[in-house]
């Protein structure tokens, strides 16, 4: 069974940059057919989608986090990072990795971890 754990810094400063690492076991991130992805949940608010990387490694982002957001991968690891910039306490949410085998279609999530950026 496939499972997936996200790790962080869990608080940072404004403006520095955040890395959030989703490990994966049971599956390969280079498996055919699903995609990798990052999605947020805002307090008091529904879920956000950040981005996702293929199954070849080809990322895509939410026009919103586009200029700020980069998704990679470490195969040996069966890792995939989220690195987010220019961050500020607005960020402040629970940060969930997820696997989906169609954009938006996602089976199998993280228990999130929890990003406080501080003023």
């Known amino acids: 069974q496939v499972q997936l754990r996200e790790s962080g810094p869990g608080l940072v400063k404004p403006s520095q940059p955040v890395s959030l690492t989703c490990s994966v076991s049971g599956d390969s991130i280079t498996h055919d057919k699903y995609y990798w992805s990052w999605i947020r949940q805002p307090p008091g608010k529904g879920l956000e989608w950040i981005g996702n990387?293929?199954?070849?490694?080809?990322?895509y982002y939410s026009l919103s986090f586009k200029s700020r957001t980069s998704i990679s991968s470490d195969a040996s690891k069966n890792h995939f990072t989220l690195q987010l910039n220019a961050v500020t306490p607005e960020d402040t949410d629970v940060y969930y990795c997820?696997?989906?085998?169609?954009?938006?279609?996602?089976?199998?999530w993280g228990e999130g971890t929890k990003v406080t950026v501080y003023s």
């Open positions: 997820a696997r989906a085998r169609s954009l938006g279609k996602f089976e199998t």
């Open positions: 990387l293929d199954y070849t490694g080809i990322s």
